[in-house]
């Protein structure tokens, strides 16, 4: 099947992007001190070089004492990691390329001793103690609020550096996705109970981000059925429980979502073929991006279980079918693209056996 639908333009508002084909955020460790230096700059720039219409960054920090969870992870507060990024989006947009922060606060996945403040606990939606001593800070609604300001805060930096957009990372079991999930979130409040105010940290979230840097600045919205604790949790069972939890979030801004699964191929729910980008875009009437072991033969934990495991690449058929049914309108390409930053360009040419595969050898040599 032609490859042309992947490199098709796509517009929305003031996004243009050359082509289909996104940068799934995937985290490298590789900013000492938070800050984005040469090769974060060149990492970047290679892959809009060849052909990368969008890249979504690797997570970055908002300004929270209690928002990083790993070592060398960069940061979007602080001057000199604004700089570093002002210079990414430079290189980006040299190429022609396009390129939005993916803003991130781990939540309860954050250890003490962590960086940057070793002192500092896990900040989440209910209290967490172990051996007497408070592991996970429950939030207060003051804590709410500087949480909330800390997104807005580095939305506006985006858009004040040249970002072409943000994404909000709501999914995988870190902080925005605790207090959308059950297991987690044990509140009693109004950001507590039933599905809908679990949902009002979010939207509270995302209307502030909007309001920050007002109409026509894209929003992207990153939410997952799966988290980190658990692969087989499901926040919604059925297609309607799905519309009414996207749409409160469409409403408050979201322009984008961009739809987590391991597997892009699999259907969401019996009855019907589409995958949870297809039915978010369906339910809402907004872009969708889809993700999960695009262009491979095997999904990131089956990686993560065999270190030794190498994934192949693999056949775009089922891809660009549903690319060309319109099932969804963008494309996140991860480990494919990690390990291959000619990926884009190897495709839009014809030559799949120059693709390289995906094994921890290659992760060792990235660039």
Request: glycine letters at 10%; a negative charge; proline letters at 5%.
């Amino acid at each position: 099947m032609p490859v042309k639908a992947l490199f098709k333009p796509f517009h929305l508002g003031t996004l243009e992007l050359p082509t289909r084909v996104v940068m799934a955020p995937m985290t490298r460790s590789f900013s000492p001190g938070g800050v984005p230096n040469s090769k974060v700059i060149e990492y970047y720039r290679r892959r809009a070089a060849a052909g990368v219409g969008l890249i979504i960054t690797e997570g970055t920090t908002v300004g929270h004492k209690a928002s990083n969870g790993y070592p060398n992870v960069p940061h979007f507060y602080g001057e000199a990691a604004l700089a570093g990024w002002k210079k990414v989006v430079d290189a980006v947009h040299a190429e022609g390329g396009k390129i939005v922060p993916q803003l991130w606060h781990v939540g309860s996945v954050r250890r003490i001793g962590t960086e940057p403040d070793a002192s500092v606990p896990g900040y989440g939606p209910s209290e967490k103690i172990k051996n007497d001593q408070v592991v996970v800070h429950g939030m207060s609604k003051q804590d709410i609020q500087d949480v909330i300001a800390a997104f807005a805060q580095a939305a506006k930096d985006a858009q004040s550096i040249g970002m072409d957009g943000v994404e909000i990372h709501g999914a995988h079991g870190y902080l925005i996705d605790q207090f959308f999930w059950e297991g987690s979130n044990q509140r009693t409040d109004e950001y507590g109970g039933d599905l809908a105010n679990r949902s009002r940290f979010a939207i509270e979230l995302i209307q502030a981000v909007r309001a920050a840097v007002g109409e026509g600045f894209p929003i992207i919205f990153r939410f997952s059925q799966w988290k980190q604790q658990d692969y087989t949790a499901r926040l919604v069972q059925t297609p309607q429980a799905l519309g009414e939890f996207l749409k409160p979030l469409a409403d408050a801004g979201v322009d984008i979502f961009h739809c987590s699964t391991r597997r892009f191929w699999e259907p969401e729910f019996d009855g019907s073929e589409l995958n949870l980008a297809g039915w978010a875009r369906k339910l809402t009437g907004k872009p969708t991006i889809t993700v999960g072991s695009v262009g491979l033969d095997g999904e990131f934990l089956q990686f993560m279980v065999n270190t030794d495991k190498v994934a192949q690449p693999a056949s775009l058929e089922k891809l660009l079918e549903r690319l060309n049914n319109d099932e969804f309108d963008l494309v996140a390409v991860g480990r494919a693209l990690l390990v291959d930053p000619d990926w884009a360009q190897k495709v839009r040419d014809g030559r799949e056996a120059d693709i390289l595969p995906f094994s921890r050898e290659a992760l060792m040599t990235l660039v």
